[in-house]
Every structure is written in C-alpha cells, then in structure tokens.
C-alpha cells in the first residue's frame, strides 16, 4: 500500500488587478512560466485584502493572509482525492495562479508551473480549488476589485 503525503504551502501573493485578461485554461500545464513578477500586497497600498467568513475580524494584515492561507490549505488539502494513484512514487510540484473576483468567486485557475505529465493530479487541484468557500473580494480604493492569488502545491506520493 502506498504511503500518501500531502503537503500544501501557501506563499499568499495578492496583487490588485485593473483588468482581468482571459486566457485560454485548457492547457494542462504552463511549465516554463515566469513567476518572479509577482509582488506583495503590502507594495500596493490596499484597503482590504480577500477575505473568508472565518478571517473577519483579523486587524492585522499578516494575520488575515495567515488566516487566508490557512484556509486555502486546509480546504484543498481535505478536498485532494489521489488514492487512486498507481505507479511509482513521484513528487508533483504545482504552482498555481487563481483569480479572486470581485463577486467573491475564484476564476482564472492556471498552472504557472507543473511537473504532473499525466495533468490527473492538475485535475484534482481544480476540484479541490472549486470546493472552497465563497469569499469577500478585495477592496482598492473603496471599490471591489478582483486580485490573482498565487500559491504552490506539493504532493510526495511514496
């Protein structure tokens, strides 16, 4: 019987978005993506950052995207189904960049960057994304905006 461990690390990156470009979802990865560009809330000035029921009340920044992350987390690592995985042990690094709209639902979901070749384990990242709660959007300016969020997820199936 394989040994199954999930990690999940959450690096919180909201970036308050003007424009939401769509692109075409369909790939399975994007492997050679650059994500270096990606940059901190805490460089753009916001006046709240997204938000889940569980996280209201939090004053201070870093405890809300704590408190965020953990949720994020939480929810995707309890909503992964992969033991019908047969094979080898594999590590599967994905990084992934979801859009946070300003209606508090998650669209956009893409793969900065992957090494699952088959894309099953990219297919459970998405269920397990779409599982998660409904959220406040982010507020710029006193407006509602939509911002990327972008984290990775490690999976070391033994």
Known sequence: M?????????????????NNSSKDNSKDSMAGEKID???????????????????????????????????????ISKNLKINKIKGQDQNIDIFVKIILNKTGK??????????????????EVIRAINNLPKFEPAIKDGELVSVPYSFPVKLSLK
């Open 37 to 75: 560009n990606i940059k901190s809330a805490n460089d753009l000035g916001k006046d709240r950052l997204p938000t889940f029921a569980k996280c209201k009340g939090i004053s201070s920044i870093e405890e809300q995207r704590k408190c965020f992350s953990k949720v994020v987390s939480s929810t």
């Open 2 to 18: 394989k040994k199954l461990t999930i990690i999940i690390l959450l690096f919180t990156s909201f970036v308050f978005a003007q």
């Open 106 to 123: 998650i669209t956009n979901i893409e793969f900065l960057k992957s090494n699952d070749k088959s894309g099953y384990f990219e297919n």
